[in-house]
C-alpha cells in the first residue's frame, strides 16, 4: 500500500483556514481596513467581506471606527476584540505554580502563583483546583467564555533528579496532571512540555512576530528549549524537539553513575546548588536578583562557566537550524539573562569567522511568566489562529 505521508484539503479546511488568516492579521496589523486586510492576505475581497463579517458577528472582531483623510468614503476600520476570547495557561514546575488568565489581545486579567520546592501532586492540584476557581470568579467569565486551558509541565517530570531534588518528587512519574485537570475545569486541556510553551507564546506574542524563525532557551528549575520555524513551532517526530537540556556532555559522568547532561551544569538549580556551597540559600527569582543586585561577582563567575558550557550545543543548533535568533527566557531574572547574552556573544566572538552565520542572542519579550504565559497561549493557536494542520485531514 503507498504511504506517501501527504494529505489533501477540502473546502471546508481551506475556509478555516482563510478565516484563521485575517483574524491573525486583523490581531497584528489592526486597527485595519477591508482592502488592507485583501492586500496583506491575498484573498479577494469578496472573500476578506465574508469573513469579516462572520469574525464581528462570532465578537471576535470589532469595527472601530472610519479612517478619515483619504479619497471617497472613510473606511471602517478592524481591530481584535479582547473580550472575544480568554484562556487559563498553568505552568507545574518543581519550585513553582503559575496560573494565568489572559485575554484575545494576550493582556493578563488574572495571576495566580506560589513559589514552594517540590509539592507532590494532590498539594499542587488542590492550589490548582482553587486558584482556578478564584480567577474565574474574580473575573466573572463563564465556561463558555474561555476557549480552553493550556498546561505547560516539564518533560518527565518525576523522573530526572536534578541538584536538590528529594526523593519523594518521584510521585510525580507518570501522572496524569491532563486528565486529573480536565476532569476539574470541564474544558478542553491542552498540555505541552513548558519550554514548548514558552516558544510558542513567543512566537504569538513576542519576538516572533517579527522573527519568524527563532531557537528559545528556558531557563526553568531544569533547561529546556523550543524551536519555530516560519512561524510555526516544531514538534519533532515524537514530540520532543528543543530539549537542549538533555544532551550529554562528552567525557563527563555523575561520580560514575551516569553520564551529565546539559541541564546538570546549566538551569536554576545548579544554580541554587552553586550559590548555596557559597553559603546563600537562594530558592526563587526574586530572592536571586537581589543577591545579583548586592553581590554580583559569584554569579558572575557561574553565568560566564555556564556560556562556556552552552557554547557547543548553541554553535550545533546555530549551523543545522540557522535560526533568525537565539532567544533566552524563563525564570532567570532579567539582568542574569542580559550578563547571559554578553558571556555568549563573548564566546561565539573568536570562533564567527569558521560559522556560516552568527546568531543573534535577544534576551526573550515574555521571559516573565513564560511557560504559563505561553500555556495559556496555546489554546488560542488550536482554535483560533493558523496552523498548518488545519489545511490537512488525515488520510486513512
Known amino acids: 500500500m503507498l504511504q506517501s505521508g501527504l494529505s489533501g484539503t477540502n473546502l471546508k479546511h481551506a475556509k478555516n483556514h482563510n478565516l484563521r488568516v485575517t483574524l491573525q492579521a486583523i490581531r497584528l496589523q489592526g486597527p485595519v481596513s477591508r482592502a488592507e486586510l485583501a492586500s496583506a492576505t491575498g484573498l479577494t475581497p469578496q472573500t476578506i467581506a465574508y469573513i469579516s463579517k462572520k469574525l464581528v458577528a462570532q465578537n471576535l472582531v470589532l469595527e ?68 482556578f476557581q478564584n480567577i474565574q470568579s474574580e473575573s466573572g467569565l463563564e465556561h463558555t467564555d474561555i476557549t480552553g486551558v493550556g498546561l505547560a509541565i516539564p518533560f518527565k517530570l518525576g523522573y530526572r533528579r536534578l541538584a536538590i531534588t528529594p526523593e519523594p518528587f518521584a ?11 480536565e476532569k476539574f475545569v470541564g474544558l478542553p486541556v491542552y498540555e505541552e512540555n513548558d519550554a514548548t510553551a514558552a516558544a510558542i507564546g513567543e512566537s504569538q506574542y513576542g519576538h516572533g512576530i517579527t522573527t519568524r524563525s527563532f531557537f528559545y532557551l528556558f531557563f526553568g528549575y531544569g533547561l529546556g528549549g523550543g524551536l519555530v520555524i516560519d512561524g510555526s513551532y516544531v514538534h519533532g517526530a515524537s514530540g520532543h524537539s528543543g530539549e537542549i537540556g538533555h544532551i550529554i556532555l562528552q567525557n563527563s559522568t555523575d561520580t560514575g553513575t551516569r553520564p551529565v547532561n546539559l541541564q546538570d551544569k546549566v538551569s536554576l538549580a545548579t544554580l541554587y546548588a552553586f550559590l548555596e556551597k557559597a553559603g546563600h540559600e537562594i530558592s526563587n527569582p526574586e530572592s536571586l536578583a537581589k543577591l545579583y543586585q548586592n553581590q554580583p561577582s559569584e554569579i558572575d563567575s557561574w553565568l560566564n562557566a555556564a556560556a562556556a558550557d552552552l557554547l557547543p550545543s548553541l554553535i550545533a543548533v ?67 489562529f493558523p496552523a498548518h494542520d488545519v489545511l490537512l485531514k488525515n488520510a486513512s
Open 171 to 181: 510521585a510525580w512519574k507518570d501522572y496524569p496532571s491532563k486528565q486529573r485537570l
Open 64 to 131: 472601530v471606527g472610519r479612517r478619515r483623510g483619504g479619497r471617497g468614503q472613510p473606511a471602517t476600520e478592524l481591530a481584535i476584540n479582547p473580550e472575544g476570547g480568554f484562556s487559563i495557561g498553568i505552568n507545574i514546575d518543581r519550585d513553582h505554580l503559575t496560573i494565568i488568565l489572559i485575554d484575545l489581545s494576550g493582556q493578563i486579567r488574572g495571576r495566580r502563583h506560589i513559589e514552594k520546592n517540590f509539592m507532590l501532586p494532590d498539594e499542587a492540584f488542590e492550589w490548582i483546583e482553587a486558584a
Open 318 to 384: 546555530n549551523c543545522t537550524i540557522n535560526p533568525g535568533a537565539i532567544l533566552i527566557g524563563g525564570r532567570l531574572p532579567d539582568p542574569l539573562l542580559d550578563t547571559m547574552i554578553t558571556a555568549l556573544e563573548q564566546n561565539f566572538e573568536p570562533i564567527k569567522l569558521e560559522l556560516p552565520d552568527v546568531p543573534l542572542f535577544m534576551r526573550a519579550k515574555c521571559s516573565t511568566d513564560a511557560a504559563a504565559l505561553g500555556a495559556a497561549i496555546v489554546p488560542f493557536t488550536r482554535v483560533l
